[in-house]
């Protein structure tokens, strides 16, 4: 299962950019989790939002109300809405997959996307 990540770039404070993150693969594979993670230059990763398969979303206490993550189940991609950017939210995100192929459990990660809010 491969995760491809886009929708990064730099935008000014206030502003809004919006991530995507496809999962793909050559074989059968179902998602029970997916999401987004970010690190900043200096700082540990850190989570910022889930998508479970049923829809149900999660966010980290510092995003909540100004990002939103929804789904596509049928093609496998989930979308990071991300609304009022600070500049505290530059950062590398990473999307983030917990993927059952077969009846094992796998975690995946996708190449990170910049995205940068200048003040």
């Known amino acids: 299962v491969q995760l491809q990540a886009s929708g990064g770039g730099l935008v000014q404070a206030g502003g809004s950019l919006r991530l995507s993150c496809a999962a793909s693969?050559?074989?059968?594979?179902?998602?029970?989790?997916m999401g987004w993670y970010r690190q900043a230059p200096g700082k540990q990763r850190e989570w910022v939002a889930t998508?479970?398969?049923?829809?149900?979303?999660n966010y980290a206490a510092s995003v909540k109300g100004r990002f939103t993550l929804s789904g596509n189940s049928a093609e496998n991609t989930v979308y990071l809405q991300m609304n009022s950017l600070k500049p505290e939210d530059t950062a590398v995100y990473y999307c983030?997959?917990?993927?059952?192929?077969?009846?094992?459990?796998?975690?995946?990660w996708g190449r990170g996307t910049q995205v940068t809010v200048s003040s």
């Open positions: 983030n997959a917990y993927v059952v192929v077969k009846v094992a459990n796998y975690e995946y």
């Open positions: 693969g050559s074989g059968s594979f179902s998602i029970n989790y």
């Open positions: 998508i479970a398969s049923g829809g149900r979303t």
